[in-house]
């Protein structure tokens, strides 16, 4: 109210996206959450720490869409390597609020009694076959000091920008075709006003 500048990351923005989001469930309806954006001005550590903040509580909240990703200073403006943070961000959200399956696969316990008190279970083939399905983060490096320190030693901000030029510099994996352009322009002439 001070500023008349809506918040992205303000607790109470969070508490009634939360509200809204309960009250879309209730209905039966899809629901967003604010996910990946900032109130900051630049892609900075202030982004990155609101982004993840509000990537997760999306996520807790259970919203159908998590939205805004990319966003900073409460939406007035984006940025690419934002956006291409924010897309990780939410990845590892939406990682982090599957299902844990608790049946005799993920259980385990066959493998439990094999390997026994003080046993080895890298080696068995149940390890081998399962091992890659853990979300492995392309951005988020965690690996130990010594193979970050051979590997470059970039930092987070550079690995975004680096997966950034990346991205920018590759073909389109989606374009519409004429038809479908066409008549986007045609619902945009319509919607104008005194159409």
């Given amino acids: 109210m001070r500023t008349m500048v809506e918040s992205y990351r303000a607790p109470g923005v969070a508490l009634g996206n939360q509200a809204c989001i309960d009250l879309a469930r209730w209905y039966g309806l899809p629901s967003w959450a604010y996910a990946g954006d900032s109130d900051s001005k630049l892609f900075d550590e202030q982004a990155a720490a609101e982004a993840a903040m509000g990537a997760v509580l999306g ?6 869409l998590l939205h805004d990703v990319g966003y900073l200073e409460s939406g007035l403006q984006s940025s690419y390597e934002h956006l291409v943070l924010g897309d990780e961000l939410v990845g ?10 608790v049946d005799d696969e993920a259980l385990a316990l066959d493998e439990i009694m094999i390997a026994g008190p003080g046993g080895n279970h890298l080696a068995r083939p149940f390890t081998r076959e399962r091992y890659r399905r853990f979300r492995h983060s392309t951005l988020l490096d965690q690996s130990v000091y010594e193979r970050w320190q051979a590997e470059g030693a970039t930092t987070l901000k550079q690995r975004v920008a680096h997966r950034t030029r990346e991205l920018l510099a590759s073909p389109p994996t989606f374009t519409l075709d004429q038809t479908q352009r066409r008549r986007l322009d045609e619902l945009v002439v319509q919607a104008a006003p005194g159409s």
């Fill in 92 to 101: 590892y959200a939406r990682a982090f609020g599957e299902e844990l399956p």
């Fill in 59 to 64: 996520e807790l909240c259970r919203a159908t």
